[in-house]
């Protein structure tokens, strides 16, 4: 890693939601751009609040910069096969990538479930499965599918 991190969570790291809006609008536009149904704003106020399901946690630059977030929400693609939560808004900005951003913001959503005492959680991804694998997530032979194309399902067992 070549700059110190914290991972956070969004809730202690909201002067970051308006950065992260616009990583949310060019990373998933078809969601969040202008004619996209999703409103990153408002998913991310959301994610801010205290008390369980959703949370996101932020990876940030010793000087509070945001590098990194990902979420932990009930449902998500995948959810059509009767699992969840799941790892979701996974998104490091491509300048912070390869330096252990997205593996400390990855164990800290193992962390933050694990405080829930939730026995397992999931991902469906196209783009994080060999780093989702590197930190111990095992495929389940479950395939989803996206506007993106086919989308592979990981769990983590946390018990």
């Known amino acids: 890693m070549t700059q110190s991190l914290r991972v956070v969570?969004?809730?202690n790291a909201r002067n970051a939601?308006?950065?992260i809006a616009q990583w949310f609008c060019y990373q998933w536009p078809d969601w969040y751009g202008n004619s996209g149904p999703g409103d990153a704003l408002a998913d991310l106020?959301?994610?801010a609040e205290n008390g369980g399901l959703p949370l996101a946690c932020v990876?940030?630059?010793g000087q509070g910069e945001p590098m990194g977030i990902a979420a932990l929400k009930e449902t998500g693609q995948g959810a059509e096969h009767g699992v969840g939560p799941f790892l979701s808004a996974f998104y490091?900005?491509?300048?912070?990538r390869r330096q252990g951003?997205?593996?400390s913001l990855i164990h800290a959503i193992e962390e933050a479930a694990?405080?829930?005492s939730l026995p397992a959680i999931y991902a469906a991804t196209d783009g994080a499965r060999s780093l989702l694998q590197k930190a111990g997530?095992?495929?389940m032979g479950l395939t989803s599918f996206s506007e993106r194309g086919e989308l592979h399902l990981l769990q983590m067992d946390l018990s």
């Open 137 to 139: 997530w095992r495929e």
């Open 9 to 11: 969570s969004l809730e």
């Open 17 to 19: 939601i308006p950065v």
């Open 92 to 96: 490091v900005p491509p300048a912070y």
């Open 101 to 103: 951003i997205g593996l």
């Open 59 to 61: 990876a940030l630059t």
């Open 45 to 47: 106020a959301s994610w």
């Open 114 to 116: 694990r405080d829930l």
